[in-house]
Every structure is written in C-alpha cells, then in structure tokens.
C-alpha cells in the first residue's frame, strides 16, 4: 500500500489528504490539538524558503539570462493581464454586491489592536517605501517588494561577473530548488493538518448568520476564476482555456486554499510553472511579482465588504462612485499583505469613498475575520492560481 502511495501524483495525494482530514475532523475533532501541529509546520516550512528562493531564484535567474531566451520581455503583458484581472475582478463584485445586497450585523466590536492603513496614498507611500528596504530586513519579514528589488540589482550587477561566478550563483539556485522539492513533496500530510484543525474548529455553525455574504464573496470568486479569467487566457493563448484554467486551479489553487497564503505558495507555483514549460526567468520575477500585487480575490473582498456596509448603512451611490470604488478596490488590493487576511485591513480604505466612520469600517473588518474560514481561504486560492495562469499563459502566447 505504502509502495502504491508513493506512485501516486502530488495532486492525487492532497486530495487523499482532504478527505482524510475531514473524516479525522468530524469524528475525531480532539485530535484537532494534536495534527494541527503537521499543519503549521507546512505553513512554516514554506514561508521560511520563500523569501530566500526568491531573491536566489531571480538574481540568478537575471544575472544569467541571455536576451535569445526573450524570458522578460513576457513581464509587460503579464503585468497588464495581472491589472485587468483584478479590475474586472472588483467590477465583478460590484456587480453581484447590486444584485444580492447583502446586511451587515453592525454590533461587533471593533478590534482596537488592528491598525489599517489610512488612505490610499499611505498604501502606496508604503509600497515605494518597501523598494529601497535593507536587504537582511526585507529577508527577515519576508518582504518580497524588497526581495526583488534588491535581487534585480544584484541580478544586473552581476551580468558583468565573471562566468565562473554565474555559475556559483546557479549552483546556489539549484540547491535551494531541491530543498524546496523536499519541502513540496510533504504538502500532503501539512494540508491533512490544517483539514483537520479547519473543519475541527470553525464546523459550520459559525458561519450561518453571515450565509449570504458568505456566498456572494464566494461566488463572485468562482465566476473569476471560471469565466472572467478564462476569457482573458482564451484572449492570450487563442484556444481552449479550461484545461490550463483547471489545472494551475487543482495544483495551485488547493494547497493556496489550506496555506491561506500567497506568499507560502510561492514555492508551488514555481513548481508548476517549471512542469509547465514556463521560462524560468520569465516565473521567476512574475510569480514572486504576482504574490505581492496581484490580488483579484483581494479586490473582490475589499469590494463585496465595503458595498455590505454601504447597504447596510442605506448609503446613496451613484455609477461613478462604483467604478471609482472598482479602481481604488484594485490599488489597495495591490497593498495587500501575502498572509491570512492581508486584504481585511484595506476595507477602511475604500469605506472612508462612502464616509464611513472608521470604527464603523473596523466592524466590517471584525465581521470578515469571522468569515475569513471561508473567504480567506478561496481568496488566496484565486490571488496565488492567478499568478501561474497568467504566467503561463503569456508564455505560452509568446511561444505560438
């Protein structure tokens, strides 16, 4: 049986996992305390190598690229596609948010220890302020806006490096790769963890009173991830797009759903993208890219939570005010953090468009962590399957 396991696909193996880890959770929920152990360690594992095989992986990949391969001439369509996504994203969730206003219970109280930003200006001011970071910081807080930007100056420093110091530096790179397979190769036994500590602890009971919102947040991602982003691979690569669609989706999209992190699925990605025939240092700068500022789900969360608000509140809005709130949506959802509930924070942003009082806004914000088993989870699973679609997609456009 052992023997069977081990042939099986990686893909195959998490989703044993899954239903192991349901199954272990209804009928064994103690054991919660005890497996959530393997769940955490995943987590950390991964977002221990991401910020290191990032900076490795694309100052390698610049210091030793040859302009034949054509790799970051891919970066300026990808970025567009990023940009598009997340604006027909937001328009998305403008539109389900009319069609099903969902009410807000207005009664929590908000969490005095959150700090959100307090306007669009400091989101920004604090994204060029990440740029010119100290290195050992940006590593240490796995801050990959200075990650890359420091990667991409050693990167283009070290073109002119003699051959035998490219070759260290490609070395390096195919050192970290390998530990990183190690650590991928034990995603199904830290995803059966965090199964088992997410059905064990959230059930279903607390997420009843907000079923409505729930599913507007939900669905409005499925129909991103199902037709509005399949529209634009189709637009890309000129024939079917579901199976490139379904498949960054199954391999990318399920372990983002249990890491709850984009920053985690990093390694992931790459991994795909590589299986793929993505060029690597093409992946290499876009993925990491994508996890910062690539952020549909985030856009649709920022959008749907604000709009409840509004509705709640009996808010006058106008057409122009949606479309202004579909672009701020989008510029602050470019600031969202690459961990759990990163976009929460961004709600007050786009709620101060509508006048809403910030202690009002940091009780929309408290509402949202307490959907945010649902909601966080396929909201990374969008932002970080988005990444490697789109990613491929360019290449592959690229490649006809």
């Known amino acids: 049986m052992f023997s069977a396991l081990t042939r099986l696909s990686l893909v195959t193996k998490i989703i044993i996992a899954i239903v192991l880890g349901a199954i272990v959770a209804f009928a064994f929920p103690q054991a919660a305390n005890y497996v959530g152990l393997l769940g955490d360690l995943f987590i950390k594992a991964l977002k221990s190598v991401a910020p290191i095989l990032v900076f490795v992986l694309v100052l390698s990949s610049i210091a030793n690229f040859k302009v034949v391969h054509g790799g970051n001439s891919n970066l300026k369509p990808i970025l567009l596609m990023y940009f598009v996504g997340m604006l027909l994203a937001s328009i998305s969730a403008v539109t389900a948010s009319i069609l099903f206003p969902s009410t807000l219970y207005l009664s929590v109280d908000p969490n005095a220890d959150l700090q959100p930003p307090g306007s669009i200006a400091e989101v920004l001011k604090n994204l ?218 961004l709600i007050p942003v786009a709620c101060g468009l509508f006048g809403i009082k910030p202690e009002i806004a940091m009780q929309v914000v408290a509402i949202g962590m307490v959907i945010s088993v649902l909601q966080d989870s396929t909201e990374t699973a969008l932002n970080s399957s988005t990444d490697v679609l789109f990613t491929a997609a360019v290449d592959q456009a690229k490649n006809k």
């Open 128 to 345: 060029l302020l990440s740029f010119i970071t100290n290195p050992v910081t940006a590593l240490s807080d796995a801050n990959f806006i200075g990650i890359l930007a420091w990667a991409v100056g050693l990167g283009a420093a070290l073109r002119h490096a003699s051959d035998t110091t490219k070759q260290v530096v490609s070395d390096i790179s195919d050192a970290v790769n390998s530990i990183i397979r190690i650590v991928i190769s034990f995603a199904p036994v830290g995803i059966f963890g965090l199964v088992v500590v997410t059905f064990a602890t959230a059930g279903l009971d607390t997420l009843k009173n907000y079923s409505q919102l729930i599913l507007v947040l939900v669905g409005t991602m499925f129909f991103v991830a199902l037709v509005i982003n399949p529209i634009l691979v189709a637009i890309a690569i000129r024939k079917n797009p579901y199976p490139l669609v379904l498949k960054c989706l199954r391999e990318s999209g399920i372990t983002a759903f249990f890491t709850r992190s984009s920053a985690a699925n990093i390694p992931v990605n790459l991994d795909l993208a590589k299986r793929l025939g993505v060029n690597e240092s093409t992946a290499s700068v876009s993925i990491p890219l994508g996890a910062t500022i690539n952020m549909a789900g985030a856009a649709v969360t920022i959008t749907v939570l604000t709009l409840a608000a509004v509705h709640t509140l009996h808010i006058e809005t106008s057409f122009l005010t949606m479309l202004v709130l579909s672009v701020v949506a989008v510029v602050t959802a470019c600031g969202a953090s690459g961990v759990a509930g990163g976009s929460l924070l």
